[in-house]
């Protein structure tokens, strides 16, 4: 698979890619996390590849210091948070329906589960 690299600054309150190896290769964005999705766009346009057929690999700086590794660090934890709270969410839902089919009342549930009994009918209902 090809990779690019991409190198990412702060320019005028808009953060700016340069793609390396693709001249000349750039996008501006108001918004971090919009960056992958137009780099994609960007050098499919330039490639006539699909979004999905190539790796990027990303390089941040920021007031002419690398912050590649703290960035790309606080991404991942991300990423692991979003999935943890899916598991965590699956688990809770059939928790609740198990606890309530062994007749726990949704106060019950709820200190269980430290939930409101409010949120344990949300739960029930949704």
Same mark, same amino acid.
């Given at each position: 698979?090809?990779? @690019?690299? %991409?190198?990412?600054?702060?320019? &005028?309150?808009?953060?700016?890619?340069?793609?390396?190896?693709?001249?000349?290769?750039?996008?501006?964005?108001? $918004?971090?996390?919009?960056?992958?999705?137009? %780099?994609?766009?960007?050098?499919?346009?330039?490639?006539?590849? &699909?979004? &999905? &057929?190539?790796?990027? =690999?990303? $390089? @941040?700086? %920021?007031?002419?210091?690398?912050?590649?590794? !703290?960035?790309?660090?606080?991404?991942?934890?991300?990423?692991?948070?979003?999935?943890? !709270?899916?598991?965590?969410?699956?688990? =809770?839902?059939?928790?609740?329906?198990?606890?309530?089919?062994?007749?726990?009342? !949704? =106060?019950?549930?709820?200190?269980?589960?430290?939930?409101? $009994?409010?949120?344990?009918? !949300?739960?029930?209902? $949704?």
């Amino acid at each position: 698979m090809t990779a @690019y690299d %991409v190198t990412v600054s702060r320019e &005028d309150n808009l953060w700016v890619a340069v793609v390396d190896g693709l001249a000349p290769a750039a996008t501006d964005v108001e $918004h971090f996390a919009d960056l992958e999705t137009e %780099v994609r766009d960007l050098i499919s346009g330039l490639t006539e590849s &699909d979004p &999905d &057929d190539f790796a990027l =690999r990303w $390089h @941040y700086l %920021v007031g002419g210091e690398d912050v590649t590794e !703290q960035i790309q660090r606080v991404l991942a934890l991300e990423s692991e948070l979003r999935e943890l !709270q899916a598991a965590r969410d699956r688990a =809770r839902n059939e928790a609740v329906s198990t606890l309530l089919k062994a007749g726990a009342s !949704q =106060r019950a549930i709820g200190d269980v589960l430290n939930l409101s $009994h409010q949120r344990v009918n !949300q739960l029930i209902n $949704h």
